[in-house]
Nanobody, 131 residues
């Protein structure tokens, strides 16, 4: 059982930045596969960014809407996942969720992320961007 707790959400004006954090109850490195998702009322949950142990140097994936603005990272010593969000837009307004899928890594992790089929989820943190 993996417990995840998000923090760092809030309200910001367009163009501003927020840094989301997710503290895990287990070693984040050993989970190999962690991600951020977001959801707005009436819409399906969508993947924002994922990070996984990978044979290649490129061990992150981003939604097109997040590329160039968001950065996903891990602080393994603190068992924490982060999402640095820059140049925020009103369209980024959503509930943001941290998720983990132990046992998945690399391409299998990214496939689960693309399908929003992760095993463990946090409760979410709200991000509101005003124009």
């Amino acid at each position: 059982q993996v417990q995840l707790m998000e923090s760092g959400g809030g309200s910001v004006q367009a163009g501003g930045s927020l840094r989301l954090s997710c503290t895990a109850s287990v070693d984040t490195y050993s989970t190999f596969c962690m991600a951020w998702f977001r959801q707005t009322p009436g819409k399906e949950r969508e993947g924002v960014a994922a990070i996984s142990a990978d044979a290649d140097d490129d061990n992150t994936r981003y939604a097109d809407s997040a590329k160039g603005r968001f950065i996903i990272s891990q602080d393994n010593a603190a068992n924490t996942l982060h999402l640095q969000m820059n140049n925020l837009e009103p369209e980024d307004t959503a509930m943001y969720y941290c998720a983990s899928y132990p046992g998945q890594w690399g391409s299998s992790c990214y496939a689960k992320w693309a399908q929003a089929e992760f095993r463990y989820w946090g409760q979410g943190t709200q991000v509101t961007v005003s124009s």
